[in-house]
């Protein structure tokens, strides 16, 4: 099988307990290591190449965001996701041939721009757009802004959940959704559901898939923690 075509197998669970995790490389280094501890795919966080580029979260020039992509997807043999955030005012085949290029097999498009939620019907329209020029090449992950937009109503997200997977999306991400809301949300989504986890949270991916999460990310959260365990290693060299 081609590597999207093993993304997308990766996303049929077993069993409820056993959600797809994809941890969030940020460099080349990282992506080999990731994958030499077993996992099965990989999805980049732009948050955190962001800050191995040096730039603030949302504020990463595309090329530069491409040419990280690539050497994440060249370093290793398994699947890449990438988050290109809203799409850096690409047209709809130039961001897929863009996508493709750099050796990801989905990626991550979310639905605000400058903190404003987009008009939900425009945004399936585009990512219709975008469904028709990957056709089967790109697994579409549409990320929901709702929750961290103040949009606390679960049926918001359900809503334009429903939008996105007649639009074309594979998986939806109503990022920021309280784990308290997340059978209400499974119960209204159709097909792969994407959930935060915090590193070392207090629900496991598995509790978090027992709760209807079909896959698992961690955003920034391994890039954070690295520079962290870094600082402390400049103390200790001290």
């Given amino acids: 099988m081609s590597k999207v075509e093993i993304f997308h197998k990766l996303h049929r669970r077993p069993a409820p307990d056993d ?6 490389p940020w460099d080349a280094s990282s992506a080999r290591v990731l994958a030499d501890a077993g996992y099965r795919a990989l999805a980049t966080p732009s ?12 504020s990463t020039p595309a090329d530069e965001m491409f040419a990280a992509v690539a050497r994440i997807a060249r370093a290793v043999d398994i699947p890449v996701s990438a988050d290109v955030e809203g799409g850096y005012g690409l047209a709809p085949k130039e961001l897929v041939e863009r996508l493709l290029e750099a050796g990801a097999v ?29 056709g089967d090449e790109l697994f579409v992950n549409a990320r929901i802004d709702t929750f961290v937009r103040g949009v606390t109503d679960p049926e918001q997200a359900i809503e334009r959940a429903a939008l996105y997977t007649a639009a ?6 109503p990022i920021g959704a309280p784990v308290t809301v997340l059978p209400l949300l499974r119960s209204g989504i ?8 915090l590193i070392g949270g207090e629900l496991s991916p598995a509790d978090l898939g027992e709760r209807g999460a079909t ?5 920034p959260g391994l ?7 870094l600082a402390e290693l400049v103390e200790e060299m001290r």
């Fill in 223 to 229: 890039q954070r923690r690295s520079a962290a365990i």
């Fill in 106 to 134: 989905g990626c991550n498009l979310e639905d605000s721009d400058g903190g404003v939620l987009k008009d939900p019907h425009q945004h399936a329209e585009w990512l219709a757009e975008v469904r028709y020029a990957a």
């Fill in 190 to 197: 159709h097909g792969p559901l994407n959930m935060f986890a």
């Fill in 215 to 219: 896959r698992i990310t961690f955003g």
């Fill in 168 to 173: 074309g999306a594979d998986c939806v991400y």
């Fill in 19 to 24: 959600p797809l995790v994809l941890p969030g």
């Fill in 47 to 58: 948050a955190g190449i962001a800050a191995s580029l040096g730039y603030e979260d949302g």
